[in-house]
């Protein structure tokens, strides 16, 4: 019986002990991780109440600041959360968070806003009445080597993203309960991460990043009704489009992806990962990055860098 590659994630970095005594920002301070906590009436902790987002640093700047403040003020707002910050204010917090553990690049930042703490332990956002609790963790953090050597393994689950009127699945929000039983789902069938369906029947996305498949020099990926309004999946499509690289944004089913010739990920964390196989097939013949994948991740990083250098996008 052959062996069973070593599960991973697509959020898999190298370790860095460096993290173990990073300066995290809490609420208007800059504290030590062992003093970053917050209560457990807050409402993040007790209820999944709360928006947030990722955001990567690469020579000294946060890759698209402005679309991810968009993304997060916009879903703040729809949730009736007030941050008490402007994006500047966010923005010298990151910076001065970087700062003080000696960053420049290779880390990787969760910005966490919730209703702040509540004054009973009940459901009901009124009980919310201090303001909110805003934290930045930021940490050394490069995705490990093998997630572009070997892929990552997805199985289709059973668990589905998502109609509006229920969770509408562009809220980056603290519950994430939904896609956390989708990985379960996963992990149980043998896979590293789910493959969602929406409630079509479509292939949608996966639990933690946007999904994207080639087929004969065609980039698709779902028409973005049921999933994350993924930063990086809009780059990969805008790069698509000024490189003449045919992209559709459509419903498709499990047909097209089991007989396509590469699929990937993208996330603000791994940009572009790769994927091995779905529900134990493999995906097409490359060990790893397919000629396509490769393709994007280099302009992709052509992009950051342009980004990172203030130069117009």
């Not at 062996?3 to 005594?21: F, G, M």
């Not at 994927?275 to 013949?285: C, E, L, M, N, Q």
């Amino acid at each position: 019986m052959s062996e069973q590659p070593a599960s991973h994630s697509t959020h898999d970095a190298e370790q860095d002990q460096r993290n173990q005594d990073i300066k995290i920002f809490l609420n208007g301070k800059i504290v030590p991780r062992a003093e970053a906590v917050v209560s457990v009436y807050d409402s993040g902790f007790m209820l999944g109440d709360g928006m947030w987002e990722g955001l990567r640093l690469y020579n000294g700047t946060w890759a698209f600041f402005d679309e991810h403040m968009d993304r997060l003020f916009n879903s703040c707002k729809s949730v009736s959360i007030d941050i008490g910050m402007t994006k500047a204010e966010i923005l010298d917090a990151l910076n001065a968070t970087a700062k003080a553990n000696g960053m420049t690049s290779d880390a990787h930042c969760r910005l966490m806003v919730t209703r702040g703490p509540k004054a009973k332990p009940f459901q009901h956002p009124g009980l919310s009445r201090s303001g909110p609790t805003v934290v930045a963790i930021v940490e050394h953090s490069k995705p490990a080597e093998s997630l572009m050597k070997t892929g990552i393994r997805l199985a289709t689950v059973p668990q589905v993203r998502g109609l509006p009127m229920s969770q509408d699945a562009k809220y980056n929000s603290h519950s994430k309960l939904n896609c956390i039983i989708a990985c379960l789902q996963a992990e149980q069938a043998g896979a590293d991460e789910a493959l969602m369906l929406d409630p079509h029947g479509f292939v949608n996305t996966t639990n933690a990043c946007n999904f994207f498949i080639v087929r004969r020099g065609e980039v698709w990926t779902s028409t973005g009704d049921y999933c994350m309004n993924g930063v990086t999946r809009q780059k990969v499509i805008d790069l698509c489009r000024a490189n003449d690289i045919p992209v559709h944004e459509k419903n498709y089913s499990l047909y097209e992806v089991y007989g396509a010739d590469e699929a990937f990920l993208t996330g603000t964390f791994g940009a572009q990962t790769p994927v091995a196989s779905v529900d134990g097939k493999p995906i097409s013949t490359h060990e790893g990055a397919g000629p396509m994948t490769q393709r994007l991740r280099a302009l992709y990083k052509e992009l950051v860098a342009q980004n990172a250098q203030g130069a117009p996008l």
